[in-house]
């Protein structure tokens, strides 16, 4: 059996929990509310609250993702 393999997918591997991790060790709480308007950033938000919003919510998930691509981006430039 053949795994795919995404190349050209900088996300394919990476969970949605480790970018959240990675986004709240670089940006604090307050900082991702105002980046990306979502009440779980903004309303007693912790890791655990964000990723059951996320994964119901596809338009969210995918401004984090954005958000992740771009600081992963520039810490390496």
Known sequence: MKKDVQPNNPLHGVKLAEILEYLTQ???????ASLININSFKNNPSIKSSLKFLRKTPWAREKVERLYLTSIKKEKN
Do not use: I
Not at 26 to 32: F, Q, V
């Open 26 to 32: 670089k940006y604090t709480w307050e900082e991702l």
